[in-house]
T-cell receptor
Framework: EPEVTQTPSHQVTQMGQEVILRCVPI?????FYWYRQILGQKVEFLVS????????KSEIFDDQFSVERPDGSNFTLKIRSTKLEDSAMYFCASRIAGGSTDTQYFGPGTRLTVL | AQTVTQSQPEMSVQEAETVTLSCTYDTSESNYYLFWYKQPPSRQMILVIR??????QNATENRFSVNFQKAAKSFSLKISDSQLGDTAMYFCALRGGSQGNLIFGKGTKLSVKP
């Protein structure tokens, strides 16, 4: 069964460094998402991406964040200058559009630790 | 604004028994979807069950079923014949609008005891 994959599974970085989190969505999906979950808290929406552009973003997704689909398979989240409060689990999700299978499927997550 | 509320931070159930997790939501959308996701200690988000708002029939997936009360904006999850592997955080989520981002509740931590 197709699945969303994410790399790395765990990333440790120093405050102020740039990180890129990578995701490979399910191949025939059209909508892509990033969510984050600070330890012990609920999952929060960051950004959605469709047709090679951001379609919606939350107030969390400020100028420090960017997303890109550099080729036909990868979907990346970049944090330009990490802060301690960026430490969280980051989930990528993808969805086909419409129909009975219109469900978001999540990747296993990347645990980001900012020191 | 869309909101999802899970009022039970923690619950426990004996193996083989039935447990119901509560969720209420609010949305102004006429067409929306509701989901339950399971997050075991590995922290992966796993879809348990989904419900389209326009469908009156409650969704079922094996031991998992929902009680969808549209007028009351309630969407509870019933787990029958609970198993040790059901131990996890359970998140209720709402998707409304065209872009489809999910709004999650705070989660219910379910422990299944032998």
């Amino acid at each position: 069964e197709p699945e969303v994959t994410q790399t790395p599974s765990h990333q440790v970085t120093q405050m102020g460094q740039e990180v890129i989190l990578r995701c490979v969505p399910i191949s025939n999906h059209l909508y892509f998402y990033w969510y984050r979950q600070i330890l012990g808290q609920k999952v929060e929406f960051l950004v959605s991406f469709y047709n090679n552009e951001i379609s919606e973003k939350s107030e969390i997704f400020d100028d420090q964040f960017s997303v890109e689909r550099p080729d036909g398979s990868n979907f990346t989240l970049k944090i330009r200058s990490t802060k301690l409060e960026d430490s969280a689990m980051y989930f990528c999700a993808s969805r086909i559009a419409g129909g009975s299978t219109d469900t978001q499927y999540f990747g296993p997550g990347t645990r980001l630790t900012v020191l | 604004a869309q909101t999802v509320t899970q009022s039970q931070p923690e619950m426990s159930v004996q193996e083989a028994e039935t447990v119901t997790l509560s969720c209420t939501y609010d949305t102004s959308e006429s067409n929306y979807y509701l989901f339950w996701y399971k997050q075991p200690p590995s922290r992966q988000m796993i879809l348990v069950i989904r419900q389209e708002a326009y469908k009156q029939q409650n969704a079922t997936e094996n031991r998992f079923s929902v009680n969808f009360q549209k007028a009351a904006k309630s969407f509870s999850l019933k787990i029958s014949d609970s198993q040790l592997g059901d131990t996890a955080m359970y998140f209720c989520a709402l998707r409304g609008g065209s872009q489809g981002n999910l709004i999650f509740g705070k989660g219910t931590k379910l422990s299944v005891k032998p």
